[in-house]
């Protein structure tokens, strides 16, 4: 562990890389990479500096653009896995790590009705401290709007049209974009396309064309449903936008993600039983997050933490083949030192955790 210095803060933290040598039973343990979607991206599209602790980023989409298209030309919301030996992030991976980083996958029942808004803000942006893109902090490109109060309307906006600044339009050359991390309330039509509204930006709108809105619905169909089906839940979003000549943003490209009311993200109805049984228990558990892998791969959903021994917790998805079958088995038998329960869907409901 060391003494870190956070803007006017001194916290405890543990040394880079060496979260899997601490005991499980320690706050500062950290399960191995390799039991999420992680694993496939340390070394390549993330490099921790050991020394400092800094994480260089490698991004499969573009933060500039030139004319009426982005710079790359992976532009769309369905860019959430590579292939060939170059990794590199996907816009929903990035948004994965801050989430995996900023530790808001953690969660005991301890802390029940104490994660607000304000709180998942400061962390999200203490977390992209830590990381660089292309030689620059990706503080410096990550916009997530602080909680808005009426009474502090003018001051708050005055930070934001301060923070957004380096969006604005240019003389020449490339046009900056910048990343938005916020929660969805709405996309409300407008006279061509739609209209973005994130809570805690009121007024400030954010263009989505109607081909990129329809792609993202397409796209990312399941979280959508999720999202409307549970009022307790948040629908996340991530977007790269710029500022055009009239002042307006807009958005290039955009992937979204669904959190409960804690803010721990799930992908399926599944999932979402075992992260609401994970959130009625003292012990500490921690969400698997998917980050750039595919469905049909298999990742720890969850890692639970009772009695000093670290259990990794798996689902099995109706339909899963005999090649899931068999890599799942290979990354349970990979730690015999983590235990494993398995919930195979087609078996039926949810088997008791017994932890």
Request: hydrophobic share 45%; charged share 25%; aromatic share 8%.
């Amino acid at each position: 562990m060391y003494v870190a210095r956070m803007g006017s803060l001194y916290v405890i933290k543990r040394m880079p890389l060496s979260g899997g040598e601490h005991d499980p039973s320690c706050a500062s343990y950290e399960s191995p990479y390799e039991l999420s979607g992680l694993g496939a991206l340390m070394g390549s599209a993330i490099q921790l500096d050991p020394q400092s602790g800094m994480a260089a980023l490698k991004l499969d989409f573009s933060l500039s653009k030139i004319g009426s298209r982005a710079a790359s030309p992976q532009a769309g919301p369905g860019a959430d896995s590579v292939s060939g030996e170059a990794r590199k992030l996907s816009l929903r991976g990035l948004l994965h790590y801050l989430w995996h980083e900023a530790e808001l996958t953690v969660w005991t029942s301890l802390w029940a009705g104490k994660r607000h808004w304000w709180n998942v803000q400061w962390h999200l942006r203490e977390a992209a401290k830590q990381m660089i893109v292309k030689g620059r902090p990706l503080a410096e490109t990550l916009y997530v709007p602080e909680a808005f109060r009426a009474q502090k309307k003018d001051a708050i906006e005055k930070r934001r049209a301060e923070a957004l600044a380096p969006a604005a339009t240019p003389g020449s050359g490339p046009r900056k974009l910048m990343i938005l991390v916020g929660e969805v309330k709405d996309f409300e039509p407008t006279r061509v396309g739609r209209k973005l509204v994130v809570r805690h930006m009121p007024g400030f709108a954010l263009m989505v064309d109607d081909d990129l809105h329809r792609r993202l619905r397409s796209r990312f169909e399941r979280e959508f449903s999720l999202w409307e089906v549970d009022d307790r839940s948040h629908l996340m979003t991530i977007a790269t936008f710029g500022l055009n000549p009239a002042g307006l943003a807009v958005i290039e490209e955009i992937a979204v993600m669904v959190v409960n009311e804690n803010w721990i993200p799930y992908d399926s109805v599944h999932e979402k039983k075992l992260v609401d049984a994970l959130a009625r228990m003292r012990d500490k558990s921690v969400k698997g997050l998917r980050y750039n892998l595919p469905a049909d791969q298999p990742i720890a959903n969850a890692l639970a933490q009772h009695r000093g021994q670290s259990i990794a917790l798996y689902i099995v998805p109706a339909g899963a083949d005999e090649k899931f079958e068999l890599n799942l088995r290979d990354m349970i038998a990979a730690r015999p030192e983590i235990g494993s329960w398995v919930w195979r869907v087609s078996d039926g409901e949810m088997p008791p955790l017994q932890l």
